[in-house]
């Protein structure tokens, strides 16, 4: 394309969900609307056999005329158009209002960072971790404070104020560097579980949005079934990708009640206020805004400026509904609006996770921590209820929506993918099993070690089933249309109905049984080798910053894949650099937006939480998706909190 001389015309790809399938070059008088029009074939024939003796090679020019009559064919066919030219994106008042906020934000950090800091009397040499008896307490972020002296700050006036040194400390990244490795041997394992999840949803990512936006694949028989990539063994790691997102879910739900069952102990004794359980959930968002608020600017406002090119258009698509909907991803219901539609519809469609993630605390957290704390028998027997109810609801839809979690399988996958892989009482499963492993009693006597280690093996083996066993048929045949089913036409799956039904009924549910069992094993001790791995210490810096990596990476395929101006061939080696790339970029960006943005702002809503403290004494609990920073900022959550899951 790039040594075209004439201006070049996609045949394809003007609508959201269709690929450019050909090219074509053209004169730039032509426009899209002349390329569509019915009779431009037959006027460019007209026209090359009218001035055959002017070419130097008629044969070339009469073939070029029969190939643009085939692909205006397939064009009518497809019933898509044609784009011309490059796109660039149109400068916005927003534009300049982000790039101006972002210039704040930077200044703030250097200055924090880099002035003369007021001498102190003394610093601890290490930070140390507390027992999981004083999780009450708050711990200031440059000295530790016994118990009866925070207690005395929080009730001081001047918890209110933030001194001059504080809020400059706020802005130093070298602190927050420092804080980035801590972690909590309690809850180590989790970071293993955390990182390794969000390597999962790259891997997925990067492989559906190269296959699926931009130019695409020039050969997608070596991708695509039924002789493809994705039929082989390791192929399927792309499908069961979205199996990392129930992972932290159930981590999710496990940090919930383990942080909550100690702040809301007063409240389970003397009767918990709608004020103080509005106060939790509304300084819960308050954690996730900043950076959320951030990499959605970014979305909307820059990153549409950050390239050209032929398949840069393509932009639009995700821009509309930003321009309609954005007001959904800060009420937390981007993945119930734009109502009927796929998720990829939605305003930043991978932060759909965000929004379940804070309705199922909404709806599970908070409740049913009380309620274990009043009677624990009560609260697991209900949390296990839930968790049964949703598998029954799941099974239920399953059945009469003839839903189908196997991607390729057309309208039930469509179908699937509208009412029930972003919506709560489908994902509800996995977080009430994470927090059913949090209400579970500790072993006060341990397993046998061939006890612990059945149960780890059995676990891992069923996880492993449930993400290769779609090499058995479920994309042995061609990619259905959105209009094809499987039962009906010869794509898609060539499992049999029941087979689909059960896999997509209950397949969540066993990986969440397996997950919670490797998580309980490892919380333990009883793990043996799997805990100690997922323990190691290069995890925790890396899990911290998974939140940001997984609002990030998403635009940085798009920026990279978009500019493209050729079509790729797909190679397992090549695209293994292309993940591997994304990959370290990403937690580079992340680990910037997390010194620049998500840090300062959780320290400085630290004094807001001590305000609360004063009457419920409940302090903001965070999830695996959301707020790392918080892990970072305070030793209290350094070990309790998780990353996200995406999705899509």
């Not at 794509?491 to 109905?497: A, I």
């Not at 903001?620 to 990353?643: A, C, D, F, K, R």
Request: charged share 15%.
């Amino acid at each position: 394309m790039d040594e075209c001389p004439l201006q070049v015309c996609l045949a394809g790809g003007t609508l959201r969900d269709s690929l450019v399938f050909a090219s074509a070059c053209v004169v730039p008088e032509c426009n899209a609307m002349d390329l569509a029009a019915d009779d431009f074939p037959a006027r460019m024939h007209l026209s090359s056999r009218s001035r055959v003796d002017t070419y130097e090679d008629p044969a070339l020019i009469e073939s070029y005329v029969t190939s643009f009559k085939r692909l205006a064919k397939i064009n009518r066919f497809l019933k898509t158009g044609w784009v011309c030219g490059e796109y660039k994106a149109k400068w916005s008042v927003g534009t300049s209002l982000y790039l101006l906020v972002l210039a704040v934000l930077l200044m703030l950090s250097c200055i924090g960072t880099f002035r003369t800091k007021p001498k102190t009397k003394s610093e601890p040499a290490s930070t140390t971790t507390r027992s999981s008896e004083d999780n009450s307490s708050i711990d200031h972020v440059e000295e530790k404070k016994d118990d009866m002296e925070e207690q005395d700050r929080i009730q001081s006036p001047e918890v209110s104020r933030i001194q001059e040194t504080d809020f400059w400390d706020a802005w130093d990244m070298s602190i927050h560097l420092k804080k980035l490795c801590c972690q909590r041997p309690e809850t180590a394992c989790l970071d293993g579980l955390k990182f390794g999840s969000i390597l999962w949803v790259i891997f997925g990512h990067v492989i559906a949005i190269q296959s699926s936006t931009g130019p695409g694949y020039m050969n997608p028989s070596k991708f695509l079934p039924p002789h493809g990539f994705t039929t082989t063994l390791g192929g399927q790691l792309f499908f069961s990708a979205r199996f990392a997102v129930d992972t932290f879910l159930c981590i999710s739900g496990y940090l919930v009640v383990h942080i909550l069952k100690t702040k809301l102990q007063k409240q389970a004794e003397n009767g918990a206020t709608w004020w103080e359980l509005l106060c939790l959930f509304f300084i819960r968002v308050l954690r996730i805004l900043p950076l959320y608020a951030m990499c959605l600017g970014f979305w909307m406002f820059v990153a549409p400026h950050l390239g050209s090119g032929p398949f840069w258009y393509q932009w639009q698509f995700y821009m509309e509904p930003c321009d309609k909907y954005w007001w959904t991803n800060f009420l937390f219901v981007n993945n119930f609006l734009p109502w009927g539609r796929p998720t990829t519809d939605s305003c930043f469609y991978h932060s759909w996770y965000l929004a379940l993630d804070i309705q199922l605390f909404l709806l599970c957290g908070p409740w049913l921590v009380l309620l274990y704390l009043r009677s624990k028998t009560a609260g697991r027997r209900m949390t296990a209820l839930l968790w049964t109810l949703s598998v029954a609801v799941t099974a239920f839809l399953s059945y009469t929506r003839k839903w189908s979690v196997n991607t390729l399988d057309g309208g039930s996958a469509v179908l699937f993918d509208i009412e029930g892989y972003a919506k709560p009482h489908v994902r509800a499963q996995s977080y009430l099993a994470g927090m059913l492993v949090a209400m579970l009693p500790p072993s006060t006597v341990y397993y046998g070690a061939r006890t612990a280690r059945a149960a780890m093996v059995t676990a891992l083996a069923a996880m492993a089933t449930m993400s290769l066993i779609t090499v058995t048929g479920a994309y042995s045949r061609r990619a259905c249309q959105f209009q094809e089913l499987p039962s009906t036409s010869d794509c898609g799956s060539s499992w049999s109905s029941e087979a689909t039904f059960l896999y997509t009924a209950f397949g969540r549910a066993i990986w969440s049984i397996c997950v919670a069992t490797v998580m309980r094993l490892c919380l333990e001790r009883q793990g043996g080798l799997v805990g100690a791995m997922l323990s190691w210490n290069i995890w925790t810096p890396l899990a911290h910053l998974s939140f940001g990596v997984y609002l990030i990476h998403p635009m940085i395929i798009f920026i990279w894949k978009l500019g493209d101006r050729q079509k790729s061939t797909f190679r397992v080696f090549s695209y293994l650099m292309d993940f591997t790339s994304i990959t370290v970029v990403s937690f580079v960006f992340a680990l910037l937006a997390a010194l620049v943005v998500e840090f300062p702002f959780c320290t400085l809503m630290r004094p807001l939480s001590s305000r609360s403290s004063r009457t419920s004494r409940v302090q903001e609990e965070e999830s695996p998706l959301v707020v790392q920073s918080i892990e970072s900022m305070t030793l209290e959550y350094q070990n309790s909190y998780g990353t996200t899951g995406v999705t899509r």
